[in-house]
Structures are given as structure tokens and as C-alpha cells.
């Protein structure tokens, strides 16, 4: 059965580390986004990819980044770990933007001390 | 702006029924969603509306008014399973991106 997965679904890290989350689907779908969500504050769009070499900025994208290098990943990296970006991280894929919903991953708790 | 409003919690009891209200003001409009979230896992869609009215599925129904802002999720004979967080989304009209209410969560008590 096709899947989206994401690894680690739990890390610790230290403030100031390099921090790779990784996301894979085998939908084939072109659309994926990175979310973090929060208590209060819902689930959070930090950065989305329509397609290969294609990535675009979200409402919290600062002290983030993605590439798309294939259809079916899309890493989303921590350049420098904050306190501040302790939450948990959902990815999720659409076939369509207009129409198909969205499919998320089961989640990356992280905890940045 | 944007702004999506859910109540933060609600509590209900088994085999009764439970309306979750949403308003939202975006600038644009194109569709909005309503997902299920256990707690410590990932949210799952239940539903989609894109114009004016009702859709049924099963136990549950969305309702949508896009003059009014407003849209709502019914569920209906609820079961101790249904214990979880009901997450309203908006599709912004101009970006396609979905923009995410801060989520209802729902206590069935027996």
C-alpha cells in the first residue's frame, strides 16, 4: 500500500545542532508540505514543494530549509536547533491543490534542549 | 487577514450527538476541510466542502455557508472512539495553501 513515513518519530537534540527530519511518500504525488504544530496555535505551515526542485516558503519558515531532489522526499533540515523549535513535525502529500486533501505522516516529536 | 475559530473543547455523551462549529475570514476561498486527530498520532481527513451545504458520510456530516464564514461538523450516535481533536482547515483562493484552525477537542463520556 502506498504511504507517507516519516523518521526519526522522536529525537533530542542540543541548541545550535544541525537537524535533518526526513519524509517519504509512494503516492507519487507532486505537492508536499512541512508542518509543526503546537499547542494554541494549530498546525503551522513552514515550508511546501510542488514538484522537484520546487520549494517555497511557509509562515514559519525562518531557521529552516527543504530541498526536493525526487517525487518522493522531502527532508526538512534545522540549520542551527533552537529551544524554540521544540514541537512535533508533520509532512504531508496531495495529489492535487485543488481539490485532493492532504495526507499526513505520523509525526516527529522533537525536543531541543 | 486570516483567521479560522473553533471552541477549544467540548464534551459529549456517548450515543448522542455533537455539532463543532467554524468561522472563518480568509482572503480567498477555496474549499475547506475537516480533520480527525487521536492524540500522539497524525490528523485524517473526514471531509470536504467546497459549496454551499450539506455532506454526509456516514456518522458524520459538514455542513458550509461561505456568505455566512461559517461551516460545522455533526457527529451523530457518538462512540467512546470518537475522543479526539477536530482540526477545521481553510484553502486559501489565492496561495492553495490550507490554513489550520487551532482544533476542537472532544470528550465522549460514557
Known amino acids: 500500500d502506498a504511504e507517507i513515513t516519516q523518521s526519526p518519530r522522536h529525537k533530542i537534540t542540543e541548541t545550535g545542532r544541525q537537524v535533518t527530519l526526513a519524509c517519504h511518500q509512494t503516492w507519487n504525488h507532486n505537492n508536499m508540505f512541512w508542518y509543526r504544530q503546537d499547542l494554541g496555535h494549530g498546525l503551522r505551515l513552514i515550508h511546501y514543494s510542488y514538484g522537484v526542485h520546487d520549494t517555497n516558503k511557509g509562515e514559519v519558515s525562518d531557521g529552516y530549509s527543504v530541498s526536493r531532489s525526487n517525487t518522493e522526499d522531502l527532508p526538512l533540515t534545522l540549520e542551527s536547533a533552537a529551544s524554540s523549535q521544540t514541537s512535533v513535525y508533520f509532512c504531508?502529500?496531495?495529489?492535487?491543490?485543488?481539490?485532493?486533501?492532504?495526507?499526513f505522516g505520523p509525526g516527529t516529536r522533537l525536543t531541543v534542549l | 487577514g486570516q483567521n479560522i475559530d473553533q471552541p477549544t473543547e467540548m464534551t459529549a455523551t456517548e450515543g448522542a450527538i455533537v455539532q463543532i462549529n467554524c468561522t472563518y475570514q480568509t482572503s480567498g476561498f477555496n474549499g475547506l476541510f475537516w480533520y480527525q486527530q487521536h492524540a500522539g498520532e497524525a490528523p485524517t481527513f473526514l471531509s470536504y466542502n467546497v459549496l454551499d451545504g450539506l455532506e454526509e458520510k456516514g456518522r458524520f456530516s459538514s455542513f458550509l455557508s461561505r456568505s455566512k464564514g461559517y461551516s460545522y461538523l455533526l457527529l451523530k450516535e457518538l462512540q467512546m472512539k470518537d475522543s479526539a481533536s477536530y482540526l477545521c482547515?481553510?484553502?486559501?483562493?489565492?496561495?492553495?495553501?490550507?490554513?489550520f484552525g487551532t482544533g476542537t477537542l472532544l470528550a465522549v463520556q460514557p
Open positions: 482547515a481553510v484553502r486559501d483562493g489565492a496561495t492553495n495553501k490550507l490554513i
Open positions: 504531508a502529500s496531495s495529489e492535487s491543490l485543488t481539490r485532493n486533501e492532504q495526507f
